[in-house]
């Protein structure tokens, strides 16, 4: 087992409580020296079902984690694991369960507090788009820039440039600083120095969150590639569908532990079913930091019940209703919000959109909107699904103007009654759907010899 | 984090990366800097790129400043004042000290807030952190060059010969970017942690312009005492430079040997302290 390509051995990684707070100045030291004792004596928030807006990064906004009671925080804790070269491994958890905290150990950003990790190769992280971009310089000066920063010689750099600039699809622009591209311009030209680093080892977290589907689907397909080329991947990623496509193998990381390891269909599941990740509302109150742009944001998102409150675990038989609230700032057509369902095992089971209510496709005229579409019960199998919500101009040009992946997931599950798709029936029930179709069977009565 | 450590059992002919906590003494990590030196050439060349991109005049910005500090140091301590210059015509004496001066005092300011503007980067990616602060003076070498080319006019319009203590003169130039690398390795890492660096350091900077000998000749200062005022690092510098390029006065001996254990000094401790707060830079700043 010494044909390792990272080796991690008892990481732990602490942090003060309060996260990745700052010392502005000397005077805050002194005030915070002072105030130190009481820090404790406060109490701590305790979080559970996530039901507010995505989380920030303060980690006193997440879970509670395990502390020493110095108000300290381990953000890992006692993390061992090994990934042999060529694998492709996910990391998965919730928001503050330390995936990317572990991503910037083993990035070397950060100083571990104990415990140790190996790494063999060279090691590309890519844990932002864009990063090492200056605004002011071209497109040709940042393709050097950022692909130095990633870690690129510049004879490679040099030797890949053409087909850096024929990824980004930005040929036309590649001598205007990037500050006049669009910001779909930019992803895509990060993103391209990005899919072209060749290290041994990448580390990837979260980065498949942007863009537009179209690249996005470019971009994990190139990075399918790398993987096939034998390169170590380790990513994170709350995106199932990717997760499960891109790796065989998953690490679900909670409180800083380790708390499952192995095959990701199993991993994926068992996390699914501890019901973290689970949204099923969720509404943006402040319209500055609501996704979206300055045409259309998104207020709220929910999976409802027939009675209108939201839910999260549904009987096969329910209707199950997606509610999408958005406001429009200006008058638009052929807009509709759209939304897919994936199953856990990242398949699109199926798209929906508002077109065809009323005059709402000649013209969105602006104020706010709230659209609701109908799943009718017995049609889905059971199993936990996930939403993407999007809202896009839908005619082309085709312009997106809200993308959120993995905005709302709900569980079904089949109560085994006589009036449900699968009944009574006790034996496996495969399908990735379980609609309860119409039988007619016709039965006529005669002499049956037994053989 | 050892790149290549012996301990490691290799079977792979690729490099291994031990990561652990920081313990004891770090070291000083110059082979990986090495290895490092084309993100060092970006880092430069971005700057330098940057400063000038949205100016309308610019690279001649790096010779305004310090000619326009000539004419008004010239008016003021030249004619006015009547400082001596030791028998050099006062604005070349002056512009060949503002010189050194200019190129460690933006040295030090752009080294000293390096870390602060490009914390992103910090945050993002790995490399080691000493880039930053040794590109920002690198960019500041590139400004003196243009401001040098006045400096080899003022001397031809005066009629001021060099001697043949200018082959000393790359000696000095590197003595002033190591002195402002010294404490731009101390003040960067303060200012990671301790903003208020970024506020004092102009002030700082100002201070320290007039503790020397730029606008007047360290010949004002006793003999005696002259070796003591080595221990502004920036002394030794300005009057070597001075002396290298124009003549003038007798080699500075004493003070410039004081000069030079001080720079040694800093430099080393500033390296170390950088490196061994380059572990929490990512978690403070």
């Known amino acids: 087992m010494n044909n390792f390509a990272i080796k991690v051995e008892h990481l732990g990684k602490r942090y003060r409580v309060g996260g990745q707070e700052r010392y502005k100045s000397l005077r805050d030291v002194l005030t915070n020296r002072v105030k130190a004792p009481f820090r404790s004596l406060r109490p701590s928030r305790k979080n559970g079902n996530g039901s507010s807006a995505a989380a920030g990064t303060d980690f006193q906004d997440q879970y509670p984690r395990r502390r020493n009671g110095n108000g300290f925080v381990w953000a890992l804790d006692d993390v061992s694991f090994q990934i042999e070269p060529g694998e492709v491994v996910g990391i998965i958890g919730r928001n503050g369960a330390g995936k990317s905290t572990l991503l910037r150990v083993l990035a070397r950003i950060t100083r571990p507090t104990r415990g140790k990790a190996q790494i063999r190769g060279r090691v590309g992280a890519l844990l932002e788009v864009g990063t090492g971009f200056h605004p002011e310089l071209t497109g040709r000066d940042n393709i050097y820039l950022s692909g130095a920063v990633l870690g690129m010689r510049s004879t490679e750099i040099k030797s890949k440039f053409d087909e850096i600039v024929a990824f980004a699809e930005i040929e036309r622009f590649i001598d205007t600083p990037v500050k006049r591209y669009s910001s779909g311009m930019q992803v895509r030209l990060a993103f391209a120095v990005a899919a072209h680093l060749e290290p041994e080892i990448l580390l990837i977290d979260e980065v498949l969150a942007v863009g537009d589907a179209e690249f996005q689907k470019k971009c994990l397909g190139k990075i399918g590639d790398v993987a096939k080329q034998g390169r170590t991947i380790l990513f994170v990623s709350h995106h199932m569908p990717s997760v499960v496509r891109l790796s065989p193998r998953t690490l679900l990381l909670d409180r800083g532990r380790i708390t499952d390891s192995g095959k990701t269909a199993e991993v994926v599941g068992t996390y699914l079913n501890s019901g973290f990740g689970l949204q099923a509302e969720q509404c943006w109150p402040d319209p500055s930091s609501a996704p979206g742009n300055d045409l259309v944001r998104l207020n709220v998102v929910r999976v409802q019940n027939t009675s209108g409150e939201s839910q999260q675990f549904f009987d096969s038989r329910e209707s199950i209703g997606i509610e999408i609230g958005y406001t429009v700032m200006h008058p638009v057509t052929k807009l509709a919000a759209e939304f897919v369902v994936y199953d856990s095992q990242g398949v699109l089971l199926f798209t929906s959109a508002n077109q065809y209510d009323d005059g709402l496709l000649e013209l969105h005229r602006p104020g706010e909107y709230l659209s609701t579409c109908w799943i009718p019960g017995n049609l889905m199998t059971e199993g936990t699904f996930f939403v993407r919500v999007s809202v896009v101009e839908i005619q082309m040009p085709v312009k997106v103007h809200v993308f959120e992946e993995n905005v709302l997931a709900f569980q079904i599950s089949d109560p085994m009654q006589k009036d449900s798709a699968r009944g009574r029936i006790a034996h496996d029930y495969p399908g990735l759907i379980r609609p309860r179709l119409e039988w007619k069977t016709r039965f006529s009565e005669r002499e049956v010899f037994s053989i | ?285």
Not at chain 2, 16 to 30: H, Q
């Open chain 2, 1 to 285: 984090m050892k790149p290549g450590s012996d301990e490691l059992e290799s079977s792979l002919p690729l490099p291994t990366f031990l990561i652990d906590p920081p313990s004891g003494w770090p070291t000083l990590g110059l082979k990986e800097l090495w290895e490092y030196r084309e993100l060092l050439y970006f880092f430069t060349w971005r700057d330098i790129k940057v400063r000038y991109k949205q100016t309308a005049l610019g690279a001649a910005w790096a010779i305004i400043q310090p000619f326009f500090m000539m004419l008004v140091f010239s008016l003021f301590f030249g004619r006015l004042a009547h400082v001596s210059s030791d028998g050099i015509p006062y604005p070349v004496f002056v512009y060949a000290g503002l010189l050194p001066w200019q190129l460690f005092s933006q040295s030090l300011v752009e080294s000293s807030n390096s870390l602060v503007t490009n914390e992103r980067l910090i945050n993002k990616v790995y490399f080691p952190r000493v880039c930053l602060p040794i590109s920002a003076v690198i960019a500041a070498l590139v400004d003196f060059t243009i401001a040098f080319t006045i400096l080899i006019l003022m001397m031809a319009f005066y009629g001021v010969r060099p001697t043949a203590a200018i082959v000393a003169l790359p000696a000095f130039i590197l003595l002033a970017a190591c002195t402002a690398l010294a404490v731009g390795l101390w003040l960067s890492a303060f200012n990671a942690r301790y903003r208020d660096v970024r506020y004092t350091i102009n002030f700082f900077v100002q201070f320290w312009l007039f503790a020397t000998p730029v606008a007047y000749s360290s010949s004002l200062v006793p003999l005696r005492w002259r070796a003591l005022y080595g221990l502004n690092p920036m002394a030794g510098v300005v009057e070597g430079f001075r002396w290298s390029l124009l003549g003038g006065s007798e080699a500075p001996g004493p003070m410039l040997a004081v000069s030079v254990s001080m720079v040694v000094l800093l430099f080393i401790g500033g390296l170390y302290y950088f490196r061994r707060m380059e572990a929490e830079f990512a978690d403070v700043i």
